[in-house]
């Protein structure tokens, strides 16, 4: 692509008041819009006094559509705010010339999935006690429709907000793009330390930063790629394959996978295989070959009204 993917914003309208409003959108559509349902649910199963129980049968899919519905309506909120408050092309959040290649999500998602796979092959090789066959398979029949559609547009909405109209948008103020990656990933990490993993281990610290590094390493491939496809293809695949094949016991993800994971894994075994997967996935994509010059330390300068 000959345009760089920060200077999308050059696409827009880009006054201070436009993103101001914009995020505030954002927000009402994703957390008090996308709240209704599940609000509802709660309301319908007189379940108020008792949010946090574990939902089985009807209930648990239940829960899980009113919970994916919220990001429905971010990805409606993102859709308003780019089309009308900035004017431009939404699919420009992805690539600066608003084309789309599903064939990079593909692969992006494709490498990721099998990178997860090797590392939980050689975990089950080497403790095959830590995983039990618990699948119940009428219920992942009946779930797996659900997940293949609803989990794709949970991570594809998290990354139009965080790779996309964040970074974006905080290029405008932010020349540095390492300032600019670490202060989008950490709203991002932030945003997970709600999930009910970290408040099961005593390993807190380290939970936060393989979120954050999650976003360091989402946000690199998107800058370095010039485009938001092979980040939309990784979150997906990394989130399908926790949801459909392994879960760990307590999870985000309240899904009836093939097999569960029954001990708490090292938060900082955890944080290095990350890493492991990630620099072999940068290298596959983009040192194994030629490509365009990527200094995380250059300068970006759009300008826009």
Same mark, same amino acid.
């Given at each position: ?36 349902? $599940? ?10 006094d008792n949010i946090l129980a574990v939902p089985t049968g009807e209930d648990q899919f239940l829960q899980y559509v009113v919970f994916s519905l919220s990001f429905c309506f971010l ?5 308003? !705010? ?10 420009? $959040? ?15 998602? &494709?490498?990721?999935? $099998? ?8 975990? /089950?090789?080497? /403790? ?28 594809? /909405? ?20 390492? $300032?600019?990656? &670490? ?5 991002? &990490? ?46 997906? *695949?990394?989130?399908?394959?926790? *949801? ?5 016991? !307590? ?28 620099? *072999? ?6 040192l194994r070959r030629k490509s365009p010059n990527f200094l995380p330390g250059g300068n970006s300068n759009p300008t826009g009204r």
């Open positions: 692509m000959s345009a760089k993917y920060l200077n999308a914003v050059r696409l827009g309208k880009n006054a201070w008041w436009r993103y101001l409003l914009g995020f505030l959108l954002i927000i009402f559509f994703w957390l008090v819009l996308g709240s209704i349902p $599940l609000l509802m649910w709660l309301a319908a199963d007189q379940l108020t990805a409606l909120g993102l859709y308003l !705010v780019i089309t009308v408050i900035h004017q431009r092309r939404f699919r420009s $959040l992805i690539r600066p010339d608003a084309s789309v290649s599903r064939q990079r999500i593909v692969q992006g998602g &494709g490498l990721w999935l $099998l990178l997860i796979v090797v590392t939980y092959l050689v975990e /089950a090789a080497i /403790a095959p006690s830590h995983f039990d066959f618990t699948v119940d398979w009428q219920k992942w029949l009946l779930f797996l429709p659900l997940v293949l559609v609803f989990t794709p547009i949970q991570t594809t /909405a998290e990354e139009l907000l965080f790779r996309g109209y964040m970074l974006q948008s905080l290029s405008l103020v932010i020349r540095n793009r390492w $300032l600019l990656i &670490g202060i989008s990933s950490l709203i991002f &990490g932030i945003l997970h330390l709600g999930n009910p993993e970290v408040t099961v281990t005593n390993s807190f610290i380290w939970l936060a930063l393989t979120y954050i590094a999650f976003g360091v390493f989402l946000a690199v491939v998107t800058l370095r790629d010039n485009s938001l496809e092979l980040a939309i293809g990784c979150h997906a *695949a990394n989130n399908l394959f926790l *949801a459909i094949l392994v879960r760990d016991q !307590v999870s985000a993800l309240d899904t009836p996978a093939i097999f569960t994971r029954t001990v708490h894994p090292d938060a900082r075994i955890e944080f290095f295989l990350f890493l492991v997967q990630a620099i *072999a996935f940068y290298y596959f994509f983009f």
